[in-house]
T-cell receptor, first 112, second 115 residues
C-alpha cells in the first residue's frame, strides 16, 4: 500500500532562518499533497497543499514543491518565527480513495 | 461556515471499560467523515471513514468500531478498552464527493488515557 516517509523527525532553527521538511511517497497514482500544522493539544490545520499538475505553490512565507518523477515533495518556511514552532505533517492521497496517508511528522522548534 | 465538534476533550478510562466518542459537523450536508488515532509522538493513523449514513469502512483491525447514525454525526466505540487504545483521537470531515482530493478539516481531538 501507499507509504509516506517524512524527514527530519525534529528540526531546530534560529528565528529568521529557513526550514525545509521533506516527504517521499510510494504510490505514483497519488495526486494531492496537503501539509498540516499541529499545535500542542489541538487538531491539525491545513497550511498549504499542492496537486500533481503543479510543481510549486507559494503562500507568503510558506511554499511547497513537488517532484512527481522522484515522488517527493517538500515544505519550505522562510523567515521563521517562534509561532511557527509546531508539528508538521505531510500527506498523500489519490482521487476517489477517500484516504490520506500521513507522514510521521516533524517537530519544528524556532529558537528566539 | 462549517464547524466540527468532538467530545469529550479528555477522558480517563480503566482497562475493560466501554468507550463512546462523539463527533458532529455543522454547516454542511453529507460530508465524508473520518476517525484517526494519534499515538504520542506519532503520525495519524486512519481508523474509519464514512461517505454516508450507515456506511463505514474500517482501515485497521482492532477492538474499536464506528457508527454514523445521522448525516453529520460520527461515533467511535469500544466494548472493552485496552491499554494500547490510549492516544489522541481526531475526527475529520471533507466535502462530499471530493474523495481524497480535497481538504480534510480536523476537530479539536479527544485525549484518551486507558489505565
Amino acid at each position: 500500500g501507499e507509504n509516506v516517509e517524512q524527514h527530519p523527525s525534529t528540526l531546530s532553527v534560529q528565528e529568521g532562518d529557513s526550514a525545509v521538511i521533506k516527504c517521499t511517497y510510494s504510490d505514483s497514482a497519488s495526486n494531492y499533497f496537503p501539509w498540516y500544522k499541529q499545535e500542542l493539544g489541538k487538531g491539525p490545520q491545513l497550511i498549504i497543499d499542492i496537486r500533481s499538475n503543479v510543481g510549486e505553490k507559494k503562500d507568503q512565507r510558506i511554499a511547497v514543491t513537488l517532484n512527481k518523477t522522484a515522488k517527493h515533495f517538500s515544505l519550505h518556511i522562510t523567515e521563521t518565527q517562534p509561532e511557527d514552532s509546531a508539528v508538521y505533517f505531510c500527506a498523500a492521497s489519490t482521487s476517489g480513495t477517500y484516504k490520506y496517508i500521513f507522514g510521521t511528522g516533524t517537530r519544528l522548534k524556532v529558537l528566539a | 461556515s462549517q464547524t466540527i465538534h468532538q467530545w469529550p476533550a479528555t477522558l480517563v478510562q480503566p482497562v475493560g471499560s466501554p468507550l463512546s466518542l462523539e463527533c458532529t459537523v455543522e454547516g454542511t450536508s453529507n460530508p465524508n467523515l473520518y476517525w484517526y488515532r494519534q499515538a504520542a509522538g506519532r503520525g495519524l493513523q486512519l481508523l474509519f471513514y464514512s461517505v454516508g449514513i450507515g456506511q463505514i469502512s474500517s482501515e485497521v483491525p482492532q477492538n474499536l468500531s464506528a457508527s454514523r447514525p445521522q448525516d453529520r454525526q460520527f461515533i467511535l466505540s469500544s466494548k472493552k478498552l485496552l491499554l494500547s487504545d490510549s492516544g489522541f483521537y481526531l475526527c475529520a470531515w471533507s466535502p462530499p464527493g471530493a474523495g481524497a482530493s480535497g481538504e480534510q478539516f480536523f476537530g479539536p481531538g479527544t485525549r484518551l488515557t486507558v489505565l
